[in-house]
């Protein structure tokens, strides 16, 4: 058996890692501070006795006794309403987390895996997005904070492996959506939703034309599984590339919840990239033929139902 520490592990991905390590035999060991984590994404899991929750910030020093085999660093505000509402926090434990979980590893001997970002590639000048691409980043605008964080984050991963030896991986996450996003967390799939359900127009901002490509929350969870367990030290993109604009999903959601609801343009957030679709080749090639098989109509379906069904608790 094997135990691994999830940061962010009561957050929308980190739950569904702590889930599957679970179901592969893993002891998890649980951290989160509850900033934008929820103990609701969680307390199913409290009765296993394989899983620990640890209630703490990772950019404080990070102490956990016995082995530890794995580390998933996946604690960060990930929403661009959250990174904004907690703009020195988000570059806090990209940076210091980051460094504190780091050490752990190092410590423990254990191998390191980075929940790192699209974001990173900025509003990109290339298209679809290679791991080879630098981006195209402001460093000092609205979105900075998060996108700088990641790629510092990045940077201190590849130094502690080429200077420490440290076994590290590092995940660039494309839009990913599921069951447990917070239905007010701001980003477009539970907006969306929210809004398709309860009769209110959908806000599309801008003119809508801007691109996103959409990933069921359990084909990025095998897809990360799959990275941990490979040999492969340079950042991997895993997302969907089925690309298409915000006004096409948009249409997507009144057609697939059978809502008649309106759709209304609002002013596009500063900086909001224009275009993202992730090229999955690297993926395919070295995560034994990993792709998406979770199709946006099935995705969003249960996406609905999950809402749904909070929506009859709130
Ligand atoms: N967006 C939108 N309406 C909303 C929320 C978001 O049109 O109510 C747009 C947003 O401007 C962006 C895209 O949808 O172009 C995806 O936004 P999200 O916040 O989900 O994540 P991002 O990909 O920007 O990190």
């Known amino acids: 058996m094997s135990r691994t520490l999830i940061t962010g592990g009561?957050?929308?991905?980190?739950?569904?890692?702590?889930?599957?390590l679970l179901a592969d035999g893993h002891e998890v060991i649980c951290m989160d501070n509850l900033i934008t984590g929820s103990i609701d994404n969680i307390e199913h899991l409290f009765r296993e006795e394989r899983f620990l929750f640890v209630k703490h910030d990772v950019t404080n020093y990070v102490m956990i006794e016995g082995p530890l085999d794995s580390i998933l660093h996946f604690a960060s505000p990930a929403s661009p309403v959250d990174y904004l509402e907690h703009p020195i926090h988000t570059l806090k434990v990209g940076g210091l987390?980051?460094?504190?979980?780091?050490?752990?590893?190092m410590k423990k001997r254990a191998r390191f895996l980075l929940a790192s970002t699209s974001e990173v590639y900025g509003d990109p000048l290339v298209h679809p997005q290679t791991e080879n691409y630098w981006g195209n980043v402001n460093p000092i605008g609205p979105r900075g904070?998060?996108?700088?964080?990641?790629?510092?984050?990045e940077a201190m991963v590849m130094a502690y492996h080429r200077a420490h030896g440290t076994e590290t991986r590092i995940v660039r996450?494309?839009?990913?959506?599921?069951?447990?996003?917070?239905?007010?967390?701001?980003?477009?799939?539970?907006?969306?939703?929210?809004?398709?359900?309860?009769?209110q127009p959908l806000t599309v901002y801008g003119d809508g034309n801007q691109?996103?490509?959409?990933?069921?929350?359990?084909?990025?969870?095998?897809g990360i599984i799959r990275l941990l367990h490979?040999?492969?030290?340079d950042p991997v993109n895993i997302g969907?590339?089925?690309?298409?604009?915000?006004?096409?999903?948009?249409?997507?959601?009144?057609?697939?919840?059978?809502?008649?609801?309106?759709?209304v343009h609002e002013p596009l957030p500063v900086d909001d990239p224009q275009t993202r679709q992730p090229d999955i080749s690297l993926a395919k090639r070295v995560l034994g033929g990993w792709e998406p098989r979770v199709s946006l109509d099935e995705g969003i379906g249960r996406t609905v139902e999950y809402f749904r069904a909070s929506g009859r608790r709130e």
């Open 97 to 105: 987390g980051t460094h504190n979980t780091l050490g752990l590893a």
């Open 240 to 263: 969907n590339p089925a690309e298409m604009t915000i006004m096409q999903f948009a249409e997507a959601i009144l057609r697939l919840t059978g809502s008649k609801s309106e759709i």
């Open 173 to 199: 996450i494309f839009n990913t959506y599921g069951p447990r996003m917070r239905l007010h967390d701001g980003r477009v799939v539970p907006n969306f939703i929210h809004q398709a359900l309860t009769g």
């Open 145 to 153: 904070v998060y996108d700088e964080a990641k790629r510092y984050a």
């Open 230 to 233: 490979s040999d492969h030290t």
């Open 10 to 20: 009561a957050g929308f991905l980190g739950s569904h890692l702590c889930e599957r």
């Open 211 to 222: 691109t996103r490509s959409f990933c069921y929350v359990d084909d990025l969870v095998e």
